[in-house]
């Protein structure tokens, strides 16, 4: 890592990293997962080509910007009191720990099963895969950054929850360091988000029952920070022996979740605000989840432990789903992008079963033969249903689109 001037004082500094990934990574697909709808003010994408992300750091707010060159090699800039952090964790960012091998693997096992189905699916995959051949999964390392937004898509179209995340940014967040794309701003303290005022939440179209959640989980960021491996998380309370916190909400899809152990009752409704079949159960796997340990404790230069993808990933799900509010869905969509794991299907969601269904059968299908046709993929089912979104596979639209609804009005 280099440092060169750039003005005054820290904000000010620019300071520059130079990766060559060992294979072509394509920026682009592996960052847009953080992108939150047109407007977001933490992601910008500007005519140069380069790729702006803000983030809160364990060391503070920095900015970082990501150009990539045709020769492959990847220079990252960053400014702030975040911005040492930000450059050291950019090859996790960019998907450098993602397991691709063990996709290969999966895939040329599967070919050579003997099962007719298996090896239709294994070679559907794989031209997926090869047209998205520098789709990397990676992770942010910032568990509270991806829920906060995760919270604000419970229920709602995404349009509507981008618009209440562009308000709380702009007027809670702090302005990017360095020389960010006008209106971009750094994503808020979990301090902060504790004492948004009621009447802030209902200006930016968010009803009470994901307030709630997001406050609530501001009291255990610590603890859920934790659960990516980075070193210098303070202590949080245990969200057992809180005695303030907030209890559940009847209604709530991830609510429901909770109180039945993580699986959807009857009627609990998806990202899209549409009821998904009574008993759709959570991703496979999430229950063993509860009471597996922590990551071994080696850790590597950059600070992070090693096991921390998969253990961590686990015992995020664990702790998450531990919270009201929070359920299979939002717990999957935060493991996704905080931890990188490529084995978190975002069960619930209100468009993926029809999309997972039509691209391998040309039927839709609910989450449960979802679930049933990415079971061969087991250890990459994210991947797989990420490679299927950016196919631009797509079953025929009946109907008009659901509209969205303006909780400021209400």
Do not use: C
């Amino acid at each position: 890592m280099g440092v060169v001037a750039a003005g005054r004082g820290p904000a000010a500094q620019t300071r520059e990293r130079r990766w060559r990934p060992a294979a072509p990574v394509d920026v682009a697909l592996t960052l847009s997962p953080h992108r939150r709808g047109g407007g977001d003010p933490a992601w910008r994408r500007t005519p140069d080509g380069a790729f702006w992300r803000t983030s809160r750091t364990p060391e503070g707010p920095g900015t970082l910007r990501v150009t990539g060159s045709r020769d492959g090699e990847i220079l990252g800039q960053a400014w702030g009191p975040g911005a040492g952090w930000l450059l050291e964790m950019l090859p996790s960012m960019l998907g450098a720990d993602d397991d691709v091998a063990g996709f290969a693997a999966l895939l040329a096992r599967l070919a050579r099963s003997g099962d007719p189905r298996h090896v239709r699916a294994a070679a559907f995959v794989a031209d997926l895969a090869g047209r998205a051949g520098g789709l990397r999964i990676g992770r942010s390392l910032r568990v509270f950054e991806a829920l906060a937004p995760a919270v604000l898509e419970q229920k709602v179209v995404g349009r509507e929850a981008w618009r209440a995340w562009r308000f709380l940014l702009r007027r809670y967040g702090e302005p990017a360091p360095g020389p960010a794309p006008d209106g971009m701003y750094v994503v808020p303290s979990p301090e902060v988000w504790r004492v948004v005022p009621s009447w802030d939440w209902h200006r930016a179209g968010a009803e009470a029952v994901r307030a709630r959640t997001i406050v609530n989980a501001a009291r255990h960021a610590a603890k859920l920070e934790r659960t990516t491996g980075v070193l210098g998380a303070v202590d949080a309370p245990d969200p057992a022996r809180t005695p303030d916190a907030a209890p559940g909400s009847a209604g709530t899809p991830d609510a429901a979740q909770v109180a039945t152990g993580g699986r959807a009752s009857a009627g609990v409704e998806g990202s899209a605000g549409v009821k998904n079949p009574a008993g759709v159960t959570g991703s496979a796997g999430a229950e063993s989840s509860a009471g597996v340990e922590g990551s071994t404790g080696v850790k590597n230069s950059a600070g992070v432990e090693s096991s921390a993808g998969a253990e961590g990933s686990a015992e995020a799900d664990r702790l998450l789903r531990a919270l009201p509010g929070i359920g299979v869905w939002t717990s999957a969509e935060v493991r996704q992008r905080a931890h990188g794991d490529p084995d978190a299907p975002s069960v619930g969601d209100f468009h993926l079963p029809g999309l997972v269904g039509y691209a391998f059968t040309g039927r839709k299908t609910d989450d449960d033969g979802m679930l049933e046709l990415l079971e061969p993929f087991r250890g990459h089912r994210h991947r797989v249903i990420r490679l299927i979104e950016l196919s631009g596979i797509r079953p025929p639209a009946r109907g008009p689109r659901m509209a969205a609804r303006d909780y400021r009005s209400f």
